[in-house]
């Protein structure tokens, strides 16, 4: 059974930095399944900000995010990291790791993940910017 926890959110003030974590068990962060950060704020829907797959080491991010949060993945303790810095109070929102077996539209170089083709999902992590 797939098993996604996040943790790292929290409160911190505009400018600053914060790192989140998704632990994955059940799915090896492998080849064989893209991995990807979504947020949801109050009353929105929930979007993607940005996904990783191994196969090609590439990675997809929201125009709204790019250049200010990056996406890795550490093979050995099968977890996925989401570095945001210049945190913006609009990036104020709960954060979901997700996962899905890979296929070619799961994760693209062009554009932001769709939370349509995952299956897979966390709890969540809140993050709250102030200005």
């Known amino acids: 059974q797939v098993q996604l926890v996040e943790s790292g959110g929290g409160r911190v003030q505009s400018g600053g930095s914060l790192r989140l974590s998704c632990a994955a068990s059940g799915v090896t962060v492998s080849y064989y399944y893209a991995l990807a950060w979504f947020r949801q704020a109050p009353g929105k829907e929930r979007e993607g900000v940005s996904c990783?797959?191994?196969?090609?080491?590439?990675?997809g991010y929201a125009d709204s995010v790019m250049g200010r949060f990056t996406i890795s993945r550490d093979n050995a303790k099968n977890t996925v990291y989401l570095q945001m810095n210049s945190l913006k109070p609009e990036d104020t929102a709960v954060y979901y790791c997700?996962?899905?077996?890979?296929?070619?539209?799961?994760?693209?170089?062009?554009?932001?993940?769709?939370?349509?083709?995952?299956?897979?999902w966390g709890q969540g992590t809140q993050v709250t910017v102030s200005s």
């Open positions: 997700a996962a899905v077996r890979l296929f070619p539209a799961a994760c693209m170089d062009t554009e932001a993940p769709s939370p349509k083709r995952y299956t897979y």
């Open positions: 990783i797959i191994e196969s090609d080491d590439s990675t």
